[in-house]
Every structure is written in C-alpha cells, then in structure tokens.
Nanobody
Framework: VQLQAFGGGLVQAGGSLRLSCAAS????????MGWYRQAPGKQRELVAV???????NYADSVEGRFTISRDNANNTVYLQMNSLNPDDTAVYYC????????????????WGQGTQVTVSS
C-alpha cells in the first residue's frame, strides 16, 4: 500500500491551498484517513481526520479554516486549507488506517511521504 500526497507549496498569509492524498495497492477498505503536520523543532500533530462514514475531527488550531473530505471511490483524501497563517507552515503527512483483506479485521497504519506547506507573512 502506498499513499501519495500532492498540493503543497508556498502561499502568502491569508491564502489557500488544497492537499490531496491517494492510497493505492492492496486495499479492502479504508477505516480512516487524515492529515498530520510537523513543523521544524516540533512534534508531529494531528490536523484533521475523517473516519469511514463518520464525522471529521479537527485540531483546535485549524477548526473553521480547514476542511477534510474523502472520495471513497478513489481512495483519496483532501485537505482544503483557507486563511492560512505562518503558524501553519509545516510538512504535512497523510495517514490512513487500512484493512487489506476481507477475511481479516486487522488494520494497518500507513503514512504518505509528506508535502511542504510554507506560509509567508
């Protein structure tokens, strides 16, 4: 299974970016998909997560500015980021909990390669 993330870049404060992440490989179902970020010198933190058939959850710092969504048919998760500020500068990683086989309830945790988001003031 691979997660491929796209959409990072450089944007001015107040601007918007949209990240996408597609999962491919041996997938029976995707339990949850989400985005994390890691700023220089800081620990990786949850940004947003959306479970299969459930409601999305957001970090307090992005609530109301970011929107996570899923395209289940294409195993893709999106993160629409609006009103960006310099504190949002980080490497963003997509994450997915995946069941690989119909006969097994075991889920596996996968990470994408990370995409840099830089917000200038």
């Amino acid at each position: 299974v691979q997660l491929q993330a796209f959409g990072g870049g450089l944007v001015q404060a107040g601007g918007s970016l949209r990240l996408s992440c597609a999962a491919s490989g041996s997938i029976f179902s995707i339990i949850s998909m989400g985005w994390y970020r890691q700023a220089p010198g800081k620990q990786r933190e949850l940004v947003a997560v959306i479970p299969s058939g459930g409601n999305a959850n957001y970090a307090d710092s992005v609530e109301g500015r970011f929107t996570i969504s899923r395209d289940n048919a294409n195993n893709t998760v999106y993160l629409q980021m609006n009103s960006l500020n310099p504190d949002d500068t980080a490497v963003y990683y997509c994450n997915a909990g995946i069941r690989k086989r119909a006969y097994s309830f075991t889920s596996y945790n996968y990470w994408g390669q990370g995409t840099q988001v830089t917000v200038s003031s």
